[in-house]
């Protein structure tokens, strides 16, 4: 079941509206064409919902998930002191007389030893454990053996061929912050640290819901009037590319009884429901009287192009959130990396946003004041320096396919020019 803070949800409320008529919070004032901005509209949506409660997780089961505490080392690595050469562990202060003079030869003792006798040595390989109270190696070659005793030739400094404990990472060590996110590489270093549980945050679970008169399954039969449902399994997996659990569920149908069961039915086990249908109105439109009988709902033309229509609702009476997609592929794809993302991203407690960088136009592009554009373009890394190309292809799942990035017109950006640097969202993190 979603959650969300009480506090939080009875405070989006209007003290002076009647109590069994709850209603959004007041969204951001339109801009003069009566549209509000992608950014309002972006911030407005993550303003009502919280981030997931966490708890705590084995190291496996927490991989690609937010960290919600400072995690600091539990030991000390390497937790003993060890031998970088082979030779004898001795104590450094042994090795000299009260006159300055290399001292008496040293007696050896077995490695086994919990503690170092004064004037003792004991023999390690590279990697042994140093016993309680050697502080260095002498190398073989600083002294020779006679008669079970060390004479020595050289002396050797405290620390000297030996690999301290705590060297690589003391107790107490930070090793992650809070909001970092739990990558392979960071579950090693927790793990080397002596940590086998973390308080993360879990995968926002994610109900796509596939609605539409003439959509059908994928496969070879499609029938004359028919169109493989390619939409929500395009959703279903930028869902889990973005860090969600995700289910897909398909109803192929306008009828407002069977949508009303299917999503009802979901919210039980969603965080975020996203909506995906077929490109005709009607099913757009049976969508969202659905989400009007079940809860609190924005609708609202955003000045971005494409996916100018947005639709998001707090649906039953967890008031999980609900976002509609566009049926246009294209429009529907942009729209889920505009506020679907986000809205995940803020599930998990992470930065939402995309992390804009630089690339420069491989040719001009225009766009119109006042509108955030998102072309699709092809980004191309030649040494440091990335190029981006606008991708355009008659079929849009083609056109998406070969896009590996969004390229960002601002609202005040009216043309480019080739050469000029652009702002880009990547797709492809290896990018």
């Known amino acids: 079941m979603a959650w969300f803070t009480r506090k939080k949800q009875d405070a989006a409320i209007d003290d002076e509206a009647p109590a069994d008529e709850p209603r959004l919070p007041d969204p951001p004032v339109p801009d003069a064409s009566g549209l509000r901005s992608a950014a309002d509209h972006s911030a407005y949506l993550q303003s009502l919902v919280e981030p997931l409660r966490p708890f705590g997780m084995s190291l496996l089961e927490a991989w690609d998930q937010v960290a919600c505490e400072d995690i600091d080392s539990m030991i000390n690595v390497p937790p003993n002191s060890t031998a970088k050469i082979a030779g004898y562990a001795v104590r450094a202060a042994d090795l000299l007389d009260g006159e300055g003079h290399l001292s008496a030869p040293l007696k050896i003792v077995d490695l086994g030893v919990e503690r170092l006798p004064v004037g003792g040595a004991a023999a390690v390989s590279p990697g042994d454990v140093l016993p309680r109270g050697a502080n260095a190696v002498l190398p073989t070659t600083f002294g020779t053996v006679e008669d079970g005793r060390i004479r020595l030739i050289e002396r050797v400094s405290e620390g000297e061929y030996a690999r301290a404990a705590g060297e690589h990472l003391r107790l107490g060590t930070r090793l ?200 699709r373009g092809r980004v191309i890394t030649q040494g440091s320096i990335r190029h981006v190309q606008q991708v355009s292809e008659p079929y849009a799942m083609a056109e998406l396919a070969d896009a590996n990035a969004f390229i960002v017109l601002d609202e005040h950006v009216e043309s480019v020019r080739a050469g000029e640097a652009v702002k880009v969202w990547l797709l492809d993190e290896e990018e």
């Open 176 to 375: 992650l912050s809070e909001g970092d996110v739990l990558d392979e590489r960071g579950i090693g270093l927790l793990a080397s640290a002596g940590i086998d549980k973390v308080m993360v945050r879990p995968r926002p679970r994610v109900v796509v819901v596939s609605s539409g008169e003439h959509l059908v399954e994928p496969g070879p039969d499609i029938k004359h009037g028919e169109i493989s449902d390619a939409n929500s399994f395009m959703i279903a997996a930028a869902a889990k590319a973005a860090g969600a659990t995700v289910f897909r569920v398909a109803v192929h149908s306008n009828d407002r009884d069977a949508l009303r069961e299917v999503i009802t039915d979901q919210l039980i086990r969603a965080d975020l429901v996203i909506s995906t249908t077929g490109g005709r109105r009607d099913d757009y439109q049976a969508v969202v009287d659905v989400m009007l009988e079940l809860g609190l709902v924005d609708s609202v033309n955003v000045a971005m192009s494409p996916g100018r229509t947005q639709t998001f609702g707090l649906v039953g009476e967890d008031r999980v959130p609900m976002l509609m997609l566009p049926g246009n592929p294209v429009s529907a794809y942009v729209t889920f990396h505009a506020f679907a993302r986000p809205l995940i991203r803020r599930l998990m407690g992470t930065r939402p946003e995309h992390r804009p960088v630089r690339a420069l136009a491989t040719a001009g592009m225009r766009s119109h004041r006042g509108q955030l554009h998102l072309l």
